[in-house]
C-alpha cells in the first residue's frame, strides 16, 4: 500500500495513518511523508513498520533542528530505498544499521551539505563517505574525491572495497569484516589479500569476513583495530606474532571457528571482549608478560587455560580455569617494606610513599619506574593494610580492580600532627578513588591522627561553620569529635573492661557519625 502523509505538530505519524484510513501500519509498503517529523514519528516506524516498509520517501518532510540522529532508521530490515530532504545540515552515525534490505540512498539535489550518487550518501563535494547501503552487494570503487570513509560506513555490508589514494582517514569500523583493496600509491593505508593495514602495516585494521581457514599475522604488527576479525566465523587458526603488543577491543570476538589462540610473550595487555563469544575455543596460552587481561575478554568461552609460570599476575587452577596468582610475594621500596599473601597486600614502614603515574589514563607514556612495585599483582590484591606509613601515594592502587578493603593500622604521622586536608586526601582517595567500593576499616591511624588535625582545623577555619550553624555549635561540634578520636581506643598497653569496651565503642561511634555528616565541609 501507498501512503502519503503530511505532519504537524499536533499529528504525529501514528496519528496521521489513522487519519489515512490505516488501522495497521505493516500494511504500508511505501510511505512518504511532508511536515515536521520527531524522535518519536522515527521510533514508530522502527518499531511498528520495521520488516514491511519498503519505500521511505521525507523528500519534503524536515527534521528537529535540521539534523537526523545517531541510529534513526536502525534495524530497519525491510527498508529498500529512502530519499532524504534538503533541509538536513546534519547525519548521525549509523543512521541505517542493520538495514540490510537498503540499497539506495538518495537526497534532494538542492540540499546544501549531502549529496547521493548511484544511492551512496556522500557529503557535497563528495570528499566524505557517509553511508552506503547495507544491502548492495558485490563490488564497489570508492570516487576519487574521497579522502575519508565515516564512522560504519560498511558494517554488515558483504563487499570488495577498491580504495584510491587519496583517502587518508578511516573511522571506527568503516570497512568492517570487508575484503579491502587499496591503491599502492596511498599514503596512509595498504592492503595485502583482502587484508587492511595502515601504511607501514603495524596495525592490522580489518579482516574479511569472507576468508576461510588458517591465517598468519605479519610480523610486523603491533596492534590490531577495534573489532579487527569481529565474526570471521570461518577463521579456523591464527597464528599472532611476537611483534604484537595489545590485542584490543572485540579483536576476535565471534571467531567461532577457532579451536586454540596461542598469545605470544610481547604482549602484555588483552582488552574488553577480545576473545568474546568464540565458543569453540578449546584452549588457551597466557605468557608470562600478560599483566592485565580484561573481565570481559573470554565471555561466552569455556577453554582450557595454560598459564606460564612466571606470569605475576595470573595462573590456572587444576581444571584449567583462569585466575588470578595467589602465590606470595614481597619487596621494598622507598624505605617500605611491602608483602603479598592470600590476596592482601600488607604496606609496613615509617616514612611516606611517593606518588606514582596513572596507569590507566597515561598508558603509552607510564615507564616501569613510574608503575607502583606491586603493579603486576594488581587484579589480585583484594585488601590492603598500610602499618606506620605516614602517608599513601597517588595512584598506588590505580589498577586494583578487586581492591575491597583498606585498612589503616597502628601508623604514626613523623611531624606530630598532619594538616587536615592533606590527611583528608588519604581518606578522599579510599572512599572515592582507588578501593571503587564503600567498604573501608580506618582503625587506629585514623583515630590516632584525628585529634590534633581536628584541632588545627579548627584554628585555621574559626571565621567559617557550616550553613545555618553558628560558632558556638559548631566549635562544640568539632570538641566533641576531637573528645570521642581521642577516647575511643585504649592506650597500647592497657586491656578494657567490658564496661569500658561499650563505652569506647558508643565514642567510636558516635566520632564516626559526626566525621560521616561533616565529611563533605572538612575536607573542602
Known amino acids: ?91 548521525g552515525i549509523h543512521i541505517f544499521g542493520r538495514c540490510e534490505s537498503l540499497t539506495s540512498i538518495a537526497i534532494h539535489p538542492d540540499n546544501p551539505a549531502f549529496a547521493s550518487e548511484n544511492g551512496i550518501l556522500f557529503n557535497k563535494d563528495k570528499t566524505e563517505l557517509i553511508a552506503f547501503p547495507a544491502g548492495r552487494q558485490g563490488e564497489y570503487t570508492i570516487p576519487d574525491s574521497v579522502v575519508k570513509i565515516g564512522n560504519e560506513v560498511f558494517t554488515g555490508c558483504l563487499t570488495r572495497i577498491t580504495i584510491p589514494d587519496s583517502v587518508i582517514e578511516i573511522e571506527w569500523c568503516a570497512c ?73 577491543f572485540s579483536a576476535f570476538s565471534g571467531c567461532t571457528g577457532l579451536t586454540e589462540i596461542v598469545i605470544p610473550d610481547s604482549v602484555t595487555e588483552i582488552e574488553y571482549a577480545a576473545f568474546s563469544n568464540c565458543t569453540g575455543l578449546k584452549s588457551v596460552y597466557i605468557p608470562a608478560s600478560v599483566v592485565k587481561i580484561d573481565d570481559t575478554a573470554f565471555n561466552h568461552c569455556t577453554p582450557v587455560f595454560e598459564v606460564n609460570p612466571n606470569n605475576p599476575c595470573y595462573e590456572s587452577d587444576e581444571n584449567g580455569k583462569l585466575q588470578f596468582r595467589t602465590k606470595n610475594a614481597s619487596g621494598k621500596i622507598d624505605h617500605i617494606d611491602w608483602t603479598f599473601a592470600d590476596s592482601v597486600l600488607t604496606i609496613d614502614g615509617v616514612c611516606a610513599i611517593r606518588d606514582y603515574d596513572d596507569y590507566s589514563d597515561f598508558e603509552n607514556l607510564v615507564s616501569e619506574e613510574g608503575r607502583s612495585p606491586w603493579y603486576h599483582l594488581s587484579p589480585g590484591i583484594k585488601s590492603v593494610v598500610f602499618r606506620g606509613v605516614g ?48 567498604v573501608f576499616n580506618i582503625k587506629r591511624w585514623f583515630a590516632n591522627q584525628a585529634p590534633c588535625m581536628l584541632r588545627e582545623f579548627k584554628r585555621r577555619s574559626s571565621e567559617s561553620t557550616p550553613d545555618g550553624m553558628s560558632h558556638e555549635e559548631w566549635d562544640a561540634i568539632l570538641a566533641r569529635m576531637i573528645f570521642c578520636f581521642s577516647e575511643m581506643h585504649p592506650p597500647l598497653a592497657t586491656t578494657d573492661d567490658d564496661e569500658k569496651k561499650g563505652y569506647r565503642e558508643k565514642l567510636k561511634r558516635e566520632g564516626f557519625e559526626l566525621f560521616s555528616k561533616y565529611y563533605v565541609y572538612l575536607c573542602c
Open 1 to 91: 500500500m501507498n501512503i502519503s502523509v503530511n505532519l504537524t505538530p499536533k499529528t504525529g505519524l501514528e496519528q496521521a495513518l489513522k487519519n489515512a484510513g490505516i488501522d495497521n501500519p505493516e500494511s504500508v509498503a511505501k510511505l512518504t511523508v511532508s511536515g515536521a517529523i520527531t524522535k518519536e514519528d522515527c521510533r514508530f516506524i522502527r518499531e511498528n513498520m520495521r520488516e514491511t516498509l519498503q519505500e521511505l520517501n521525507l523528500s519534503e518532510a524536515s527534521f528537529e533542528k535540521n539534523k537526523i540522529d545517531d541510529l534513526t532508521f536502525f534495524d530497519a530490515i525491510g527498508l529498500v530505498s529512502v530519499t532524504l530532504p534538503d533541509s538536513i545540515f546534519e547525519i
Open 176 to 248: 568492517d569484516g570487508c575484503h579491502v583493496t587499496v591503491h599502492p600509491d596511498n599514503p596512509e593505508y595498504s592492503s595485502e589479500d583482502g587484508v587492511l593495514f595502515n601504511k607501514d602495516k603495524t596495525e592490522l585494521i580489518t579482516y574479511p569476513k569472507e576468508k576461510q581457514g588458517d591465517y598468519v599475522i605479519p610480523n610486523t604488527v603491533i596492534q590490531f583495530g577495534s573489532m579487527a576479525f569481529n565474526d570471521c566465523t570461518d577463521l579456523t587458526s591464527v597464528t599472532i606474532p611476537h611483534s604484537v603488543e595489545t590485542i584490543g
Open 391 to 438: 602517608k599513601s601515594g597517588i595512584n598506588m592502587f590505580s589498577e586494583c580492580i578487586n581492591l575491597a578493603t583498606v585498612t589503616f593500622d597502628e601508623c604514626e604521622i613523623n611531624n606530630g600532627y598532619y594538616e587536615f586536608r592533606k590527611a583528608g586526601e588519604i581518606i578522599d582517595r579510599a572512599f572515592h578513588g582507588y578501593t571503587r567500593r564503600d
